[in-house]
C-alpha cells in the first residue's frame, strides 16, 4: 500500500487594501485565503498582534491618529503552516466642518474633504450686505479674521454674524436741576453693535469709573455745576451726547429747601 500526499499550499487570494479615513468612523480590513482546514487568522498593527483580531474580517471601531499604520493578517491552516498578507496602510486624517449664524460664509483655504494631522488652514470669514463678522465659536474662539488653525483633531467652527447697526444715541441725557448733598443720575439710550463704551465726561475732562449708560453723583456739591457728555464707541464708530447741564442748588443747611427760598 502506497500512501500519497499532495503539499496544499496555504494561499491569500484576496489581500486587504490600504484606506483613508476621518477620525471617529469605522474602517473594516477585509481578507480570505484558501488552503488546509481549518484556517486562522490573526491581524497585526504595525507588526505587534492585536488581541482577539482572529477573524477573516478586522473591524476598528472609531478610529484615532493611534489607529494609523500598517495592517497585515498572518493565516494559519491545519498543519501549523502561515503566510502573511501584504500590508494595508490606514491613513487617519481629520474632517473640518463650518457654518455660520447670521448672514455671510466662511472661505477655506485650502478646501479638502479631510486633512492630515498638522495640517494649517485658514478661515476666512466673509459677512453679507449689511452684516458684520462678530466672532468665531465652537472648535475655535476669538475675533481673529482670517484665522488660522492647525488640524490636531476633527473640528466644527461657526462663524458669527451680525447684522450692522449704526451707531446712535436714541435718547439724550437731560438738563437737571437739584439741591446740594442730594444724588442726580444721567441715562442715555444707544443703539450700535456690542461691545459699547461709555466715557463719561465733566466740562470735557473724563469721569473715572463711568463706563456704563447711567453715571450717578451722590452728594451733589455746587462745584458739581457744569455740563455732563458721553461718548459711546465701538469697533465701529463713535457718537457724543449733547450736554446736560445739571445745576446744583445751595442748602446750607440741608432741610430740603434752597438757601433763596428760606
Do not use: C
Not at 480570505?32 to 477573524?55: C, F, M, R, V
Not at 444724588?183 to 456704563?212: A, C, I, M, R
Not at 455740563?227 to 469697533?235: G, H, L, P
Amino acid at each position: 500500500i502506497k500512501a500519497n500526499f499532495k503539499h496544499v499550499p496555504t494561499v491569500i487570494t484576496k489581500h486587504p487594501i490600504g484606506k483613508i479615513s476621518i477620525a471617529g468612523n469605522t474602517v473594516t480590513f477585509n481578507a480570505s485565503a484558501t488552503g488546509i482546514e481549518p484556517l486562522t487568522y490573526q491581524w497585526k498593527h504595525n507588526d505587534s498582534t492585536i488581541a482577539g483580531a482572529t477573524a477573516s474580517t478586522l473591524i476598528l471601531s472609531n478610529v484615532k491618529k493611534a489607529d494609523d499604520g500598517n495592517y497585515s493578517v498572518l493565516v494559519t491552516n491545519g498543519v501549523g503552516s502561515s503566510v502573511e498578507s501584504n500590508e494595508a496602510k490606514l491613513t487617519v486624517q481629520f474632517a473640518l466642518v463650518t457654518s455660520v449664524k447670521g448672514l455671510g460664509n466662511v472661505l477655506i483655504t485650502p478646501k479638502l474633504e479631510s486633512y492630515p494631522a498638522a495640517a494649517k488652514v485658514t478661515l476666512n470669514a466673509v459677512p453679507s450686505d449689511e452684516y458684520i463678522f462678530e466672532s468665531w465659536s465652537g472648535d475655535s474662539s476669538g475675533k481673529a479674521n482670517p484665522l488660522t488653525i492647525t488640524m490636531d483633531g476633527n473640528k466644527a467652527i461657526v462663524a458669527n454674524f451680525l447684522e450692522f447697526v449704526t451707531i446712535a444715541i436714541t435718547k439724550q441725557p437731560e438738563s437737571q436741576e437739584i439741591l446740594a448733598g442730594r444724588t442726580v443720575q444721567f441715562k442715555v439710550e444707544t443703539t450700535g453693535n456690542p461691545p459699547l463704551k461709555y466715557q463719561w465726561k465733566f466740562n470735557g475732562l473724563p469721569l473715572g469709573g463711568s463706563d456704563g449708560p447711567a453715571l450717578e453723583l451722590n452728594n451733589v456739591k455746587e462745584s458739581f455745576s457744569g455740563e455732563f457728555t458721553v461718548t459711546i464707541t465701538n469697533e465701529h464708530g463713535e457718537v457724543t451726547s449733547e450736554p446736560a447741564v445739571l445745576t446744583v442748588i445751595k442748602d446750607s443747611d440741608l432741610d430740603g429747601l434752597s438757601d433763596v427760598e428760606e
